[in-house]
């Protein structure tokens, strides 16, 4: 059988988190990001299980008692010990590919976007959970850098990236292009990938992961973020991006079907005033739903919308992220979702 990175909407055993601690730089919002996350686990818990690493055993048990607190079922729950930098699971938590039909977990080196941040404890973190059986797969590791935003997977062979994440020479300086995708041919079964050379959001330190961007909704759509007003820097960059969309083609030759996104009005920190990354491509998939991250925004109504229109089948569940883009992510950027077969 054929190696498959999984697509997003693959049935889930769960989803991963990174707890913050008050030493990391969510220290001045910690209260509003635990409770960011504790609507995120309360409204997964819901439809599958939710793995939390916590940085400590005495966190651990305050989140055991939060969330039994909250009716969360402890079955729902899986807390594992282990220390982090960063609560960035989508970056440094586990890829998954079923290779022969069964579950293999990717763990690919994080240097915190380039060498920008401390990335030691969260590199190490999906060695530490495997260390302590959370998972039931074997976990492989690779010492590419890669993070789980930069790419999207249609489950059937075709990458959705950015050339400006991939070919930045912050990551794999000794690699090309053609090295890239050959790397990626051998270990996730990916058969072309689709380039885009435009998008970024100010405030992004991840050098315009797709996952801010662009989306698979499933192996024919793709759900992407337009700016429609000129005066925003973003215009002209975003335009060019969705041209590129437009261009591409499915196996078949036909044109992708395309949702565009809203654009929400600017966000800025209060503290020094520079824009920050709000987007609604930064949803995540989860058995049965979907969780839109909002930003008290009157185009939160209109992102709701077209996410029901590109998922009819699942409930749209919106999540306040005003808190994440604080630091720089969102929504899905806080989650990595683990396939059925993945968790011990």
């Known amino acids: 059988m054929p190696t498959t990175l999984l697509p997003e ?3 889930q055993d769960g989803v991963q988190l990174t707890w913050p601690t008050p030493q990391s730089d969510w220290a001045p919002l910690l209260d509003r990001i635990e409770a960011t996350l504790e609507a995120i686990v309360v409204a997964v ?15 651990a048990e305050q989140l055991r008692i939060r969330f039994a607190n909250l009716g969360v079922d402890n079955g729902q729950l899986i807390i594992a010990v282990a220390p982090s930098d960063d609560t960035w699971t989508r970056d440094h938590g586990p890829l998954a590919v079923e290779r022969d039909g069964h579950i293999t977990l990717l763990d690919y080196r994080f240097t915190g976007w380039g060498g920008k941040f401390p990335a030691e404890r969260d590199n ?4 530490a959970l495997r260390d302590q059986s959370i998972f039931a797969n074997d976990v492989e590791t690779h010492e590419i850098v890669l ?5 999207e997977s249609d489950g059937q062979g075709t990458l959705l990236t950015t050339e400006a994440c991939l070919l930045n020479k912050n990551r794999n300086p000794h690699l090309s292009r053609e090295q890239i995708e050959a790397h990626l041919s051998e270990t996730m079964g990916i058969k072309r990938v689709l380039w885009l050379s435009h998008g970024h959001l100010e405030g992004d330190d991840t050098d315009s992961h797709i996952d801010t961007l662009a989306r698979f909704c499933n192996e024919h759509t793709i759900a992407y973020v337009r700016c429609d007003e000129p005066s925003d820097p973003h215009y002209p ?17 036909t044109p992708y079907t395309l949702i565009p996104l809203p654009w929400p ?4 920190d209060p503290e020094d005033g520079h824009r920050l990354p709000a987007t609604y491509a930064n949803f995540l998939i989860i058995n049965d739903a979907v969780l839109l991250p909002t930003y008290a925004d009157p185009a939160d109504i209109e992102a709701l919308k077209a996410l029901e229109a590109a998922f009819p ?9 005003r808190s994440v883009i604080r630091q720089h992510g969102s929504l899905h950027c806080l989650t990595m979702q683990l396939p059925c077969g993945t968790l011990a």
């Open 147 to 151: 993070e789980g935003g930069a790419l």
């Open 313 to 321: 089948d699942r409930t749209i569940i919106p999540i306040d992220c």
């Open 124 to 127: 190490a973190l999906t060695r």
């Open 265 to 268: 009005r600017a966000c800025f």
């Open 45 to 59: 818990a819901r439809h599958e299980r939710v793995l939390i690493a916590a940085g400590d055993e005495a966190t």
């Open 237 to 253: 960059d975003l335009k060019a991006m969705e041209a590129e969309l437009h261009a591409l083609r499915q196996n078949d030759g």
């Open 9 to 11: 909407w693959h049935r």
